[in-house]
């Protein structure tokens, strides 16, 4: 005798949820395609853009390779205080990152060169943004120009432009900022320096 064969049939509310796991899915994938697709991107802007600075002969990204991020960094000289390029969906940017491990010396390096603000200004050929950023560890300063990032026609302007700036940023910021990293107070004194201070 054959035993019974039953459909089963899933109540509204497993289906519901079997929907529910299933669109979720659906929306990873494609998040997951999108992030792909934007680290494809920026590997193609970044080759692009080293191959230019090699060729006008900026040698500060010279052991740097293209990058799944949206900046690269080059040794400025100080320790944890990087020069930046970066590559986003409306601009392009230039900036010196003051990002070393102790708050207060970033604060204070940022106090120093903020002082020499015109002249560094004048030295770059523009007024730059300068972005103590008190409630976060790191401060920085940069220089930036709207631009259509994902539009590949763009990218030869863009390169162009960030090759030129890069150059005037090294050229405006090196010597101020070893001058003063030569003197940085240790971290306890920066605290007491900023407390003083502020």
Known sequence: MQGDLQQIIPT???ADYMIGI???EVEETSAQGVQARRHQVRL???ARALEKLRADGITLFANVNPGRDHWLNAGSGVGGCPFTIVFARDEVRVEVNLARADRDQNKWLFDRLEADRSAIEARFGAEMSWSRLDERKQSRISYSHPFDGFEVDNWPEMITWLSEHIRKL???FRQPL???ARTIPSADETAESLAVNY
């Open 44 to 46: 193609q802007f970044w």
């Open 12 to 14: 509204p509310e497993a």
């Open 170 to 172: 090294e050229g405006a």
């Open 22 to 24: 299933s669109s979720k």
């Open 178 to 180: 070893a001058q003063y």
